[in-house]
C-alpha cells in the first residue's frame, strides 16, 4: 500500500528548496544532463512538458535519511509540513540517487553533503492541516513538532490516508503478481479488520491497474471504445468481484477490463448493458430510460467488446445472466 512520508520544510534550507524546486517545479531540460536516457524518458513519460516538482535529502547522520529514503516508492504520499501545519501533499512518482544532480538543484549542504537521495512529485495539493491533527490521528503527544525526514509505517499510514484526502487516482505502488496472489488468499480467509481491508484493496487495485494501464497515461474503455487519461478509468470485474471465487480473482488476465467512469462503468455495474456474444447489449426497456441515458446508449449498443474472448466468455455470460 501507499506510505506517507514526513517531510519538514517551514524553514531554512528546507524552505528554500520548498520554493525552488516543488513550488516552482524543474524543468526536465535543467536535469537531463545529469540523468540517464532511460530516466528522461522515463520522467518524460509522465510529465510531458510539464516542471517536475523535485525533492531530495541528506544521506543524515549514521545514513538515518538514506534507511528512510530506502522505503520511499511510487505511489507513496509526501506531507509537507512547517509552522505546524501541514502545508501540501503530493504523490510520489519515482526515485534516483544522485549526486551530481542534487549538487546542481540545491548546492552543497556542507563540504561532500548535499541532498542526494532524491524523489520526484506530482499532485501538489495545498494543504491548512494542523499538526496537532495529525498527531491526535496518530496518538503522539499534542504538541509534537515533526522533525526530521520519516516514512510512516503501513498501519500509521493507512490511518493518515484515510483520515484525509491525500491518495492519488493516478499513481499506484508496484504489486508482484505473488503479493497479488496472498493478498486475495487472505481476502478469503482473513476475518481481519475492515481498515486493514481498505489498504489490502489499494494493492489489488494497484496490481490490477499496473495490469491493465502498465505505465500508459492513457487507454481505451472497453465499452465505448473512448480513450481516456487513465485516472478516468477503473479496473472493472467482467464478473461482479464479490461474486468471485478465489480461482477467478486469481486469473486477473481475463476477469478485468477497464472501464470508464463517465458512465460505462456505472452501467455496466447496474446492469443495464452486457456484452452477449460479444456485442454491447441493452439489457433495460426503453421505458426505464431517460433521455440523456438513451443519448449515451445509442452510441454503445451494438458496438464489438474486444475483451470478449473464449477466455472470458464465461465471465460475460455470468454478468448477462446475473441481471437478465
Ligand atoms: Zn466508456
Redesign the pocket.
Known amino acids: 500500500m501507499s506510505t506517507v512520508i514526513l517531510q519538514p520544510a517551514g524553514k531554512g534550507a528546507a524552505k528554500e528548496h520548498y520554493s525552488n524546486t516543488i513550488a516552482n517545479p524543474v524543468q526536465l531540460s535543467r536535469m537531463e544532463k545529469y540523468l540517464s536516457p532511460r530516466q528522461v524518458a522515463y520522467l518524460r513519460e509522465i510529465y510531458g512538458e510539464r516542471g517536475i516538482p523535485v525533492w531530495g535529502t541528506t544521506p543524515g547522520d549514521k545514513n538515518r535519511n538514506k534507511k528512510q529514503w530506502e522505503k520511499v516508492q511510487k505511489g507513496d504520499i509526501a506531507l509537507f509540513t512547517g509552522d505546524n501545519k501541514i502545508f501540501s501533499s503530493a504523490v510520489v512518482t519515482y526515485k534516483i540517487h544522485n549526486k551530481k544532480l542534487a549538487e546542481a538543484l540545491w548546492g552543497w549542504k556542507e563540504e561532500g553533503i548535499t541532498w542526494e537521495y532524491i524523489y520526484f512529485l506530482d499532485e501538489v495539493k495545498k494543504h491548512d492541516i494542523p499538526v496537532m491533527e495529525l498527531n491526535n490521528l496518530l496518538g503522539y503527544s499534542p504538541n509534537n513538532v515533526i522533525r526530521g525526514f520519516r516514512v510512516l509505517d503501513e498501519k500509521k499510514s493507512l490511518k493518515v490516508l484515510q483520515h484525509f484526502d491525500f491518495s492519488s487516482d493516478k499513481y499506484f505502488p508496484d504489486v508482484s503478481e505473488d503479493e497479488y496472489k496472498t493478498i486475495v488468499e487472505q481476502y478469503m480467509t482473513d476475518e481481519s479488520l475492515d481498515k486493514e481491508r481498505v489498504g489490502k484493496s489499494r494493492r489489488e487495485q494497484a496490481f490490477l491497474r499496473r495490469f491493465l494501464f502498465g505505465d500508459k497515461k492513457s487507454e481505451y474503455?472497453?465499452?465505448?471504445?473512448?480513450e481516456?487519461p487513465v485516472e478516468f478509468?477503473i479496473t472493472a470485474h467482467i464478473k461482479k468481484r464479490a461474486e468471485c471465487s478465489k480461482e477467478e480473482k486469481l486469473d486477473y488476465k481475463n476477469i478485468v477490463m477497464p472501464?470508464?467512469t463517465?458512465?460505462?462503468?456505472v452501467l455496466y455495474e447496474k446492469g443495464y448493458i452486457s456484452v452477449v456474444n460479444g456485442v454491447i447489449s441493452l439489457l433495460k426497456d426503453e421505458s426505464e430510460l431517460t433521455s440523456v441515458l438513451k443519448d449515451y446508449l445509442d452510441k454503445?449498443i451494438g458496438r464489438k467488446c474486444s475483451y470478449w474472448n473464449n477466455r472470458t466468455r464465461k465471465y460475460f455470460e455470468w454478468h448477462y445472466n446475473h441481471h437478465s
Not at 262 to 265: E, I, T, V, Y
Open positions: 474503455c472497453g465499452i465505448c471504445g473512448k481516456y478509468l472501464m470508464c463517465f458512465g460505462c462503468d454503445i
